[in-house]
């Protein structure tokens, strides 16, 4: 589960190539270019100029085509044919931006089957009673998944009237709060980040397992931004699993994903076998307590030992509430992103703050 966040995400990809004189565009690191961005920022007090400055990059370079001029305008000279741009950032940005395209056409595919809320009348959801979501009452709780909508497009929502933005407290038209969004798929951002940043090179016979796939959102980010030979999802819910297979089949992903219409604890040899587990808090708001401190307890005794854990949120965070007879440090320790300054338009705090890496001990 992942509470969205009100604010709206600022995307620097591209940026770098707008600001300063020519002779430093050129040479312009990612910490040069966020330090230009910031600056321009900063000699814009007014926040509705501000506002439209940012809604014009996202819409003309991120969302839209820029237009070429703009890349280098006149009286800028073309860059010294003696300066190349290394080929590893040129790969990264390509990369991400290429993935990142066809996660949006897969998202676009997804909102043309599912409803507005992404749950299926034939899922049971269970509001958890302890923990950090035990606030998530039902009546001012809105399901609103963040590989279909990213934040903008919830703005456009609420713009329209689709989705509230608060609900009553009392029945008066004063007293309010903010109604809570909260999604149980991982972002496109997030997707990028796990795949980019937090986990090391995945190497070609690596084997990852997503617990509880649902629309196979990890599966997908897997499959574009790794060359993992299998990518397995595991979902209880055959309805979700036809969903998965639909897109699987659109895009020709079959030759190296795999969706099991199963329960986890039936698929022990699978387990066994993942190098990468990625649990994205597949258990609170589907399975009862009991249910659960059953299957981490499964997991604890079926995953390898050296096998990498992706989790959202941590793992101290997920057993807390739990009584599952053992703390998570008896079976895993946490290790630190491998690459975090990687060049990606990230909202670093909300994208990645919740998502941990382990390795089983």
């Not at 009553?168 to 972002?187: E, G, K, L, R």
């Not at 959102?217 to 309805?239: F, Q």
């Not at 096998?307 to 079976?331: K, R």
């Amino acid at each position: 589960m992942r509470r969205l966040k009100s604010h709206r995400r600022l995307h620097l990809l591209l940026v770098l190539f707008t600001f300063g004189p020519p002779a430093a565009v050129w040479s312009m690191d990612l910490k040069g270019a966020q330090e230009a961005f910031l600056a321009v920022l900063q000699q814009i007090p007014q926040p509705e100029t501000r506002k439209a400055f940012l809604t014009w990059i996202d819409e003309t370079w991120i969302r839209g085509v820029a237009p070429t001029l703009m890349v280098c305008p006149p009286p800028c000279p073309p860059p010294p044919t003696t300066i190349t741009t290394p080929t590893t950032t040129n790969t990264c940005t390509s990369d991400y931006s290429s993935g990142d395209t066809k996660l949006r056409k897969i998202a676009d595919d997804l909102r043309e089957i599912m409803p507005l809320n992404a749950i299926l009348p034939t899922e049971q959801i269970t509001f958890p009673s302890v923990g950090e979501n035990a606030d998530c009452d039902p009546s001012h709780t809105l399901h609103v998944d963040a590989f279909l909508y990213d934040e903008d497009m919830v703005d456009e929502l609420c713009d329209t009237g689709e989705l509230a933005r608060n609900y009553c407290v009392d029945c008066s038209s004063h007293n309010t709060q903010p109604i809570t969004y909260i999604s149980h798929s991982a972002s496109r951002e997030r997707l990028a980040y796990v795949f980019r940043a937090l986990l090391p090179p995945i190497p070609e016979d690596t084997i990852l397992l997503d617990i509880g796939s649902r629309l196979g959102a990890v599966l997908y980010g897997a499959y574009i931004y790794s060359k993992c030979r299998r990518i397995v999802g595991v979902e209880i819910n055959p309805d979700l699993c036809q969903v998965q297979q639909t897109i699987i089949n659109k895009y020709q992903f079959q030759d190296r994903i795999q969706v099991l219409n199963s329960d986890i604890q039936d698929q022990g040899e699978v387990v066994r076998a993942a190098d990468i587990i990625c649990l994205n808090n597949v258990f609170e708001f589907f399975i009862p307590a009991a249910v659960q401190a059953r299957i981490w307890c499964f997991l604890r005794s079926n995953t390898k030992k050296g096998a990498l854990l992706v989790t959202i949120p941590s793992l101290e965070d997920s057993l807390q509430y739990i009584d599952c007879g053992f703390q998570y440090h008896e079976w895993a320790r946490e290790i630190s992103p491998h690459n975090p300054n990687i060049t990606a338009p990230f909202d670093f705090q909300s994208e990645t703050s919740e998502v941990k890496l382990y390795q089983v001990i």
